[in-house]
Nanobody, 115 residues
Framework: QVQLVESGGGLVQAGGSLRLSCAASGSIFSTYAMNWYRQAPGKQRELVARVTSGGSTNYADSVKGRFTISRDNAKSTVYLQMNSLKSEDTAVYYC?????????WGKGTLVTVSS
């Protein structure tokens, strides 16, 4: 079992930056692939960024070059650095942990980008 707690969301002006954190507890963090998803009002949840247990990363086309995902296994924490934020980045951001058939979710943190 893994518990995930996101933090770092808030209100920011377009062009600004935020750093989201997701603290994990309850299992061997380093074995999990960690993902950030987001869900905007009226839209489906979408994958924003992923970091594997080996450290490989990939990103949605809409955030490439602006967002950076990273993980600190010693702190059991995954981060999402978001730069050059746009109004279309407004969403609830969710942390997700995956290992084989295990799939865990945090409750989300709201990011609002004002234009």
């Amino acid at each position: 079992q893994v518990q995930l707690v996101e933090s770092g969301g808030g209100l920011v002006q377009a062009g600004g930056s935020l750093r989201l954190s997701c603290a994990a507890s309850g299992s061997i963090f380093s074995t999990y692939a960690m993902n950030w998803y987001r869900q905007a009002p009226g839209k489906q949840r979408e994958l924003v960024a992923r970091v594997t247990s080996g450290g490989s990363t990939n990103y949605a086309d809409s955030v490439k070059g602006r967002f950076t995902i990273s993980r600190d296994n010693a702190k059991s924490t995954v981060y999402l650095q978001m730069n050059s934020l746009k109004s279309e980045d407004t969403a609830v951001y969710y942390c997700n942990a995956q290992f084989l058939i295990a799939d865990y979710w945090g409750k989300g943190t709201l990011v609002t980008v004002s234009s």
